[in-house]
């Protein structure tokens, strides 16, 4: 273990000394020059290390929003799983853009899943804002003799082969004909033209039956969200699905073709107000989903809670930290002074660690890391027991110093690595807290057998070397003790 | 082990105790922790066996994590009638709960809800009740399927890391006398002790939710995190007496014919670590008593089952986990 008292490992620990106080310090003084807030990422500030601004990056529940795991269904057969996921990632973020919210986190979860993380934002609307399936179904009509009851007695609605996906543009303005009402316009692609002018055709040459003038095969019908299975259930489901969208229904537009329409633009007018018709041309222009999504699992922190909880923890933090390094010093005199500092090393670079990965704290994050720091103190409890055991048995002090690490190294080695083997299945095998909690114990265990071996021992070495060290008082040994080494 | 071979270690076999060339009494005669063994496994069972009982007939108070579910924190900003509450929750047709907390806050645990309508709820509570303070919300939610995975996944962890956790132990301690098979002891050995403290945590909790009604038994996400710092600390303390048998049975065999029985080297070990191992839970039990003023309801769970887990994981370290290692060698000896 000598090696280890060697000056390009001394220069290592006092260069890491100085990185971890770069990356700690450097971005707060950055913060404080420029009068910006002194967490979370600031738009505009340049980059402070390897192109990323470094700062804290709280979870969720310490800051507030909303996370949602969202599961796609409804998936037509014979799609592609993985495009799917990766189609609705792409609307996701499209959606999401428009927010506003900072560093949105959009992750694909399994095959057909999707996590969500918004900060500052209600769960009621994330899900407003992502979950709608704002997928336009454009229908015409076909004669049903089984249909009592719905609009039309007699015909039911049947899905044209035009979809969402065909939609190049929608933009939502005042209808140019009248002025006043706000509508819809909607841009098909050569692909949407062309199916849209052959049904709009057919509808505009239909015969109605019984010589009729007008009737239900004349129209065409845009709805929102409407599915097979509403079409199915019909007679029991028309009377709600034909109310206007904004009051729960699914219907937008039903229009009478009165001549077929080939330029692949068309307009829808609801009875839209300005918010409804520009929230709508949102859904529409940001893509169609392919499928549906379902909100499988939620959690909504309000922002005051998650603010809250941080001065919570910090304080929990800083006090147990206090509390230990007190106790250290009490019970082991100058070694424990030296364990504090190295300590307190352990602490810095484990908090830079985090802020250049960078690690996404959380409340269960930070109880791991509250943890790695009991194990950083276990370690040099095994180092300095073993310490004042070897003193005790008359060996001098430096060579004590040196027994102690040897021989404390194995037991902090391999329940250490039992540490490390846990926490690693669980980041792997775990859900959000567990992530979270696993990958904070795991940096802090990796960094405090760095602090303890390395760090403390160095210490402890350059106190024996430099000073006083046989006073058997600050030594918290009650043998004399002999000076300098064996 | 290069540090063994140092001429101080020789000099010094067994720190802190008298070796002479006559037979070795037992060490500490006063302080026989090996041989009162059954007494310290009776305790383990008084503990255990009721927790395991209840486990069985009662089960588990789960957390809407591992049930699936939706729990809503809400803090009204003036005083809220609790009855008012039920009575709003009962009114949604949701399979609601109220429970009262502290500072106005109420806990409303209903079926999974999504997002649209958690908020109706939280609407109807506001406008029916007292004005709620939106910006202290917390609302989780759950569809059963998810809770089934995350428990699984779970329980998969946990097995895959008492399985590695057991190769490496046999590793790590396969140049002890006997080999692999000396391995496999020490590593079983701390495995069961990790099991004492796991059936202990969870029976606990089981009685404290399901026998006394408490919510603070609650199973969750957060009591998965805590049972599985105890397993990696159980580890751990154990794993630091073991390693100090390791180094103690090299010591004892120089002394060739006046070595220690293992019994003995097993108890003198103990002896010399025990003063470590209380000395790091008690660091960490103060450090838990700082979360826990400050940590919030929340987190009161989380350490209640961190501050049972270490207590529990030091008793088996010191009291357990080596005396079962001298029972199995007796049972299954080696050369």
Redesign the interface.
């Known amino acids: 273990m000598h090696y280890l008292l060697s000056w390009p490992v001394r220069l290592l620990v006092v260069g890491l000394l100085i990185l971890s106080i770069a990356v700690d310090g450097a971005g707060y003084i950055q913060r404080i020059l420029n009068h910006q807030p002194l967490t979370g990422q600031v738009s505009g500030m340049p980059p402070q290390l390897l192109g990323n601004q470094v700062y804290i990056h709280r979870g969720l529940d310490l800051q507030g929003g909303t996370d949602l795991l969202l599961q796609i269904t409804d998936v037509p057969p014979g799609r592609d799983m993985n495009q799917v996921q990766r189609d609705t990632i792409d609307v996701i973020s499209k959606r999401i853009n428009k927010l506003g919210v900072s560093e949105p986190v959009i992750n694909p979860v399994g095959r057909d899943r999707i996590e969500v993380q918004l900060a500052g934002v209600s769960a009621a609307k994330a899900q407003a804002t992502i979950g709608n399936t704002a997928r336009l179904v454009t229908t015409k009509w076909v004669a049903d003799a089984n249909v009592k009851g719905g609009p039309f007695p007699g015909s039911r609605p049947q899905i044209t082969p035009l979809t969402s996906e065909m939609l190049t543009g929608a933009d939502a303005s005042l209808d140019p004909q009248n002025g006043n009402q706000w509508v819809i316009n909607v841009t098909y692609n050569s692909q949407g033209a062309a199916i849209f002018s052959q049904l709009s055709t057919e509808a505009f040459n239909a015969t109605c039956p019984n010589g009729a003038t007008d009737c239900p095969q004349h129209r065409i019908t845009n709805w929102l969200n409407l599915t097979q299975d509403d079409i199915v259930h019909w007679d029991e489901r028309a009377a709600q699905l034909t109310l206007p969208f904004d009051q729960g229904g699914k219907l937008l537009v039903d229009a009478r073709i009165i001549q077929p329409i080939t330029g692949g633009q068309s307009q829808i007018t609801g009875n839209f107000t300005a918010d409804s018709a520009k929230n709508l041309a949102i859904l529409l222009n940001s893509g169609a989903l392919p499928g549906n999504l379902q909100v499988i699992q939620s959690t909504e922190v309000g922002a005051t809670l998650g603010a809250d909880s941080i001065k919570r923890s910090l304080a929990a933090g800083v006090l147990g930290l206090l509390i230990v390094i007190v106790f250290m010093i009490f019970f082991y005199r100058l070694p424990g002074l030296v364990a504090s500092v190295a300590l307190l090393f352990y602490a810095g670079l484990t908090l830079a660690v985090f802020k250049m990965i960078p690690v996404t704290l959380t409340l269960a994050g930070l109880a791991g890391f509250i943890l790695s720091v009991g194990m950083a103190v276990d370690a040099n409890v095994l180092i300095f027991e073993r310490f004042k055991e070897e003193v005790r048995s008359g060996v001098s002090v430096g060579a004590a110093v040196e027994t102690a690490v040897g021989r404390a190294w194995p037991a902090i080695r391999d329940s250490n690595t039992a540490t490390l083997i846990t926490t690693g299945l669980l980041y792997l095998a775990g859900n959000g807290p567990v992530k979270g909690f696993a990958i904070t114990l795991f940096l802090g265990v990796l960094v405090s057998m760095f602090s303890s071996i390395i760090v403390t021992h160095n210490l402890m070495a350059l106190v024996v070397e430099n000073h006083n060290a046989e006073h058997s008082f600050l030594m918290g040994v009650t043998l004399p003790l002999r000076r300098g080494r064996a | 082990?290069?540090?063994l071979s140092?001429p101080?270690?020789a000099r010094?076999p067994l720190?802190?105790e008298e070796v002479t060339g006559e037979p070795v009494a037992t060490p500490s005669r006063r302080l026989d922790i090996v041989g009162r063994r059954n007494v310290f496994f009776a305790i383990s069972l008084l503990i255990i066996v009721p927790g395991i009982i209840s486990m069985l007939t009662r089960g588990f108070l789960l957390g809407i994590d591992f049930q699936g579910g939706t729990e809503l924190?809400l803090k009204f900003s003036q005083p809220a009638n609790q009855a008012q509450v039920e009575a709003v929750v009962a009114s949604e047709n949701v399979n609601g709960t109220v429970q009262k907390g502290a500072n106005g806050t109420y806990i409303v645990r209903t079926r999974a809800l999504?997002?649209?309508q958690?908020?109706k709820i939280v609407d109807d509570l506001d406008s029916k009740v007292a004005p709620i303070?939106?910006?202290?919300?917390?609302?989780?939610?759950?569809?059963p399927?998810?809770a089934r995975e995350?428990v699984t996944?779970?329980l998969?962890?946990v097995l895959?890391?008492a399985i590695?956790?057991l190769l490496?132990?046999a590793f790590?301690f396969r140049r002890v006398r006997g080999g692999w098979r000396a391995g496999f002891q020490f590593g079983g050995s701390a495995l069961l002790a990790l099991l004492h403290d796991v059936f202990l945590l969870t029976g606990i909790f089981s009685i404290l939710g399901k026998v006394l009604n408490l919510r603070i038994g609650e199973i969750d996400?957060?009591f998965?995190?805590a049972a599985?710092?105890v397993?990696?600390?159980s580890?751990?303390?154990t794993?630091?007496v073991f390693?100090?048998i390791?180094?103690n049975l090299v010591l004892s065999d120089r002394l060739g014919a006046s070595r220690l029985t293992f019994e003995q080297v097993v108890n003198l070990s103990i002896l010399?670590?025990a003063?470590?191992s209380i000395?790091?839970s008690?660091?960490?039990l103060?450090?838990l008593?700082?979360?826990l003023?400050?940590?919030?309801q929340?987190?009161q769970g989380?350490v209640l089952a961190?501050l049972i887990g270490i207590l529990s994981g030091t008793y088996s370290s010191i009291f357990n986990a080596s005396q079962l290692l001298v029972v199995w060698r007796k049972v299954q000896p080696v050369r």
């Open positions: 082990m290069a540090e140092r101080g270690a010094r720190s802190g924190f999504d997002p649209a958690q908020k303070d939106r910006s202290q919300i917390q609302a989780n939610q759950v569809g399927s998810v995350i996944s779970a998969l962890a895959a890391a590695l956790i490496y132990l790590r996400s957060l998965l995190t599985l710092t397993v990696g600390f580890v751990h303390d794993i630091v390693d100090r390791r180094e010399q670590t003063a470590r000395i790091t008690f660091t960490v103060l450090v008593a700082a979360l003023l400050f940590g919030g929340t987190l989380f961190l």
